[in-house]
């Protein structure tokens, strides 16, 4: 007779800091509501397979159809970026009949959601720069239109422009990739004077923040003497950077616990303790001034 929950992770890449805190969230919480879990997911990016690589990978969610689970956190972040591979799995999930709670996922007709407050956490970063540093002058570099994160941490920009009544138009912000090309041109603009010199610039991750950082100090323009910057998610990728980024350490490990008790709840209508926070929010570093 089965005693314990099995619940199904579904991601794509569990190597990267963001899905290590998510996971072990995840973890901990189905430990202390004395539950088991199984993730499936690849060892490598699907997009970056060979086909026939693609194809022997991608047989590692049709474990999605064992009888054997109660259900499943589905980890849309990586998965997303392969459209073929995304509707593989929701198709899945789908026949499967079983409760699904997606990770900072777009509102869907069948799955449950559970998101970050990526917005009001990036919030906090632009207003310690307006409060603690007095900067009026703003840029934001987030990631693409058509991603969830990118467009919650552009919101808190203006949440706290417009809570600080502090001028921004469309030449102020820009959508770009949360990897270096984006950074990169908005710092070949800066340095060539294609765009005016602001105050500060806050990024949607640290790797932007690392790249732009690198890029405007090849021209010249030193930071934070010059221009401060920031990023966001406090990332490996900053260990090497001159000045230390200041930063957000996203709530990726509650954000994993949270989904795992909605999750119990709608399982077995039990409302399991939470398990401590692990450490998050602002990480003030050299590069804001």
């Known amino acids: 007779m089965k005693t314990k929950l099995l619940i199904g992770v579904i991601t794509s890449n569990c190597q990267t800091q963001t899905s290590a805190e998510l996971l072990q969230g995840i973890i901990k919480q189905a430990f202390l509501c004395d539950s088991d879990l199984a993730i499936l997911s690849p060892s490598t990016l699907l997009q970056h397979c060979t086909e026939k690589h693609h194809y022997s990978e991608k047989n590692i969610y049709n474990l999605i159809m064992s009888n ?37 996922g777009k509102e869907h007709s069948i799955f449950e959601n559970t998101s970050a407050d990526d917005a009001s956490a990036f919030e906090q970063l632009v207003t310690h720069l307006i409060e603690v540093h007095k900067y009026k002058k703003i840029y934001c570099l987030t990631g693409p239109k058509e991603s969830f994160f990118a467009v919650e941490r552009l919101h808190g920009y203006f949440y706290a422009m417009d809570k600080h009544n502090l001028f921004y138009d469309e030449s102020y912000y820009y959508y770009g990739d949360f990897n270096t090309k984006s950074a990169i041109e908005l710092g070949e603009k800066l340095i060539s ?97």
């Open 68 to 104: 054997r689970f109660d259900g499943f956190i589905y980890d849309t972040h990586f998965i997303s970026q392969n459209n073929e591979i995304k509707k593989y799995v929701e198709q899945l999930l789908k026949q499967s009949h079983k409760p699904v709670m997606m990770v900072d």
């Open 193 to 289: 004077h294609q765009l005016p010199l602001p105050d500060a610039i806050v990024c949607g991750n640290n790797l932007n923040a690392a790249t732009l950082i690198k890029k405007l100090s090849q021209g010249g323009i030193r930071v934070p003497q010059d221009v401060a910057v920031t990023g966001f998610d406090c990332t490996l990728h900053d260990i090497d950077t001159n000045p230390f980024i200041t930063s957000y350490m996203r709530a990726n490990f509650r954000l994993g616990a949270e989904c795992f008790r909605r999750l119990y709840r709608i399982l077995t209508g039990t409302i399991c303790k939470r398990i401590p926070n692990e450490q998050e929010g602002l990480h003030v570093g050299h590069s804001c001034g």
